[in-house]
Nanobody, 118 residues
C-alpha cells in the first residue's frame, strides 16, 4: 500500500524554523520526482517545492525561494522541507507528494499542520 506520512509540523513564531519530513513506502521512491504543496485555510492547494528523482534539481514557488529547502534521502525513502524565516502567510497544511510522469500528483499524504504566529 502506498503511504506518504508527513511529520514535523507545529506552531512557531514568525521568523522561526521547522523541518518537515515525509516518509514514503509502497512504491519505488527513487524513481519519482517528489514535492511539497500546501493548503491555507479557505484556499486551494498551492505548489511549494519539487525535487527530481536523484535530488540534483529543485524548484520553488517564488513565495518561498530563499527560505525553504527541499531535499531527499533515497536510502531512507524520505523527503524533507526545511522552512526558515517563517511568515504568518506560510500557515497551511503541508502535503508531501509523489509526481506522476506528467508532473501532476501520483500520491500524497494526509498533511501536517504548520501554524506561524505573529
Amino acid at each position: 500500500q502506498v503511504q506518504l506520512v508527513e511529520s514535523g509540523g507545529g506552531l512557531v513564531q514568525a521568523g522561526g524554523s521547522l523541518r518537515l519530513s515525509c516518509a514514503a513506502s509502497g512504491f519505488t521512491f527513487s524513481s519519482y520526482n517528489m514535492g511539497w504543496s500546501r493548503r491555507a485555510p479557505g484556499k486551494e492547494r498551492e505548489f511549494v517545492a519539487t525535487i527530481n528523482w536523484g535530488g540534483g534539481s529543485t524548484y520553488y514557488a517564488d513565495s518561498v525561494k530563499g527560505r525553504f529547502t527541499i531535499s531527499r534521502d533515497n536510502a531512507k525513502n524520505t523527503v524533507y522541507l526545511q522552512m526558515n524565516s517563517l511568515k504568518p502567510e506560510d500557515t497551511a497544511i503541508y502535503y508531501c507528494d509523489a509526481k506522476d510522469r506528467a508532473g501532476g500528483y501520483a500520491y500524497w499524504g494526509q498533511g501536517t499542520q504548520v501554524t506561524v504566529s505573529s
